[in-house]
T-cell receptor
């Protein structure tokens, strides 16, 4: 158990819908990262928040957004869902802000299926 | 897209055999990380390498950071059934963007 929790574990929805994925980092970690893992694209970095502020953006679509709240939990919002958005979405947390020399602890993931 | 080329894509080995997998890039990385992902779980960090030429062990696992800073390998000695999973190499493209290889899927036959 990494100490990172994600809910829900599974989510099935239809195209065009909007969903919210939730992540609680390890106690004491200020940084939260979101990743998408799909069969054809592998593990892709989406976005990072540090202590409530957006820190870095990776391959995140404009239909996706995230935020980190004062209690440090984070939510990833996916809207206008398409079939290709079906994937595993992982949250990771770390103590520090940068990825260099910085161990990230991954949650168990949310499996999103768009029908 | 991914900038880390990981090979082999999959491996089927007998319990007790040694395993070697590697990761290469056309770009220089200053940190190499190796993760393992079990089915239904998130990746778990196995070994982190921060210095070119560095050789680091974690139990039966050994990883090296290539001298050119463009490659790394991971060896697993005397494999056991619980070594089954997907192994990923990763490296930060900059201080805020982690890149992952496509993974090596390891199957260990008892």
């Amino acid at each position: 158990d990494s100490g990172v929790t994600q809910t829900p574990k599974h989510l099935i929805t239809a195209t065009g819908q909007r969903v919210t994925l939730r992540c609680s980092p390890r106690s004491g970690d200020l940084s939260v990262y979101w990743y998408q893992q799909s069969l054809d694209q592998g593990l892709q970095f989406l976005i990072q928040y540090y202590n409530g502020e957006e820190r870095a953006k990776g391959n995140i679509l404009e239909r996706f957004s995230a935020q980190q709240f004062p209690d440090l939990h984070s939510e990833l919002n996916l809207s206008s869902l398409e079939l290709g958005d079906s994937a595993l979405y992982f949250c990771a947390s770390s103590v520090e802000a940068g990825v260099l020399s910085n161990e990230q602890f991954f949650g168990p993931g949310t499996r999103l299926t768009v029908l | 897209g991914q900038q880390l080329n990981q090979s082999p894509q999959s491996m089927f080995i007998q319990e007790g055999e040694d395993v070697s997998m590697n990761c290469t890039s056309s770009s220089i990385f200053n940190t190499w990380l190796w993760y393992k992902q079990d089915p239904g779980e998130g990746p778990v960090l196995l070994i982190a390498l921060y210095k070119a030429g560095e050789l680091t062990s974690n139990g039966r696992l050994t990883a090296q950071f290539g001298i050119t800073r463009k490659d790394s390998f991971l060896n697993i000695s005397a494999s056991i059934p619980s070594d089954v999973g997907i192994y990923f190499c990763a490296g930060p493209k900059n201080n805020n963007d982690m890149r992952f290889g496509a993974g090596t899927r390891l199957t260990v036959k008892p």
